[in-house]
């Protein structure tokens, strides 16, 4: 299988935009299709991007999600930044060869 | 809607086997999609353990593979994890959910901690 990559942490203040990365190591990351998940403490992860640029219902479009095939990576962007959104976020993607699942390492975001 | 809620032992002894079920309702699961394990040791990230689909076929994470059996009961609409020869380093929140294989898990159970201890 191959691996997806997250930082660690990122962090950036109320109002502001940031720009999560999840990068693949081998195979193309246009292969499948990238979810991201947000997981607040003591809570199960929610959907907030699926198919790679796809926003389920109720998920704000602040929100927003792309990937780039010249740093083989996928990106989740949140603009305008709410204390609110302060969590955990992990990539997801499959390895359609085997039918696998493949999660990031995860990101905390802090928002302060 | 779709819910999904875990159940079995919180606490498991080293060397024997964590057992888990996770009853669905309000989908028919041999009606269609993957449903899958995925744990996470405190502190840290999210783990596949595998995934059944409807049709009955299994899909397990190399890691775990020897060790873990995911189960379906049709008449029951739940579906199982086995998992055998624990040790601390299986202690974790298990959440069992839906997915699709391209579109990610949409519909997750609220997770439950196992801890592994004599």
């Known amino acids: 299988n191959f691996m997806l990559t997250q930082p660690h942490s990122v962090s950036e203040s109320p109002g502001k935009t940031v720009t999560i990365s999840c990068t693949r190591s081998s195979g193309s990351i246009a292969s499948n299709y990238v979810q991201w998940y947000q997981q607040r403490p003591g809570s199960s992860p929610t959907t907030v991007i699926y198919?790679?640029?796809?926003?389920p219902s109720g998920v704000p479009d602040r929100f927003s999600g792309s990937i780039d095939s010249s740093s083989n990576s996928a990106s989740l962007t949140i603009s305008g930044l709410k204390t609110e959104d302060e969590a955990d976020y992990y990539c997801?993607?499959?390895?359609?060869?085997?039918?696998?699942?493949?999660f990031g390492g995860g990101t905390k975001l802090t928002v302060l | 809607q779709v819910q999904l809620q875990e159940s079995g032992p919180g606490l498991v002894k080293p060397s024997e086997t964590l057992s888990l079920t996770c009853a669905v309702s309000?989908?028919?699961?041999?009606?269609?999609?993957?449903w899958g394990w995925i744990r996470q040791p405190p502190g840290k990230g999210l783990e596949w353990i595998g995934s059944i689909y409807h049709s009955g076929s299994t899909y397990y994470n190399p890691s775990l593979k020897s060790r873990v059996t995911i189960s379906v009961d049709t008449s029951k609409n739940q579906f199982s994890l086995k998992l055998s020869s624990v040790t601390a380093a299986d202690t974790a929140v298990y959440y069992c959910a839906r997915h699709s294989l391209g579109s990610g898990y949409e519909y997750w159970g609220q997770g439950t901690l196992v801890t592994v201890s004599s």
């Open positions: 997801q993607s499959y390895d359609s060869s085997n039918h696998h699942v493949v």
């Open positions: 309000g989908y028919s699961i041999s009606s269609g999609y993957y």
């Open positions: 198919e790679d640029n796809q926003r």
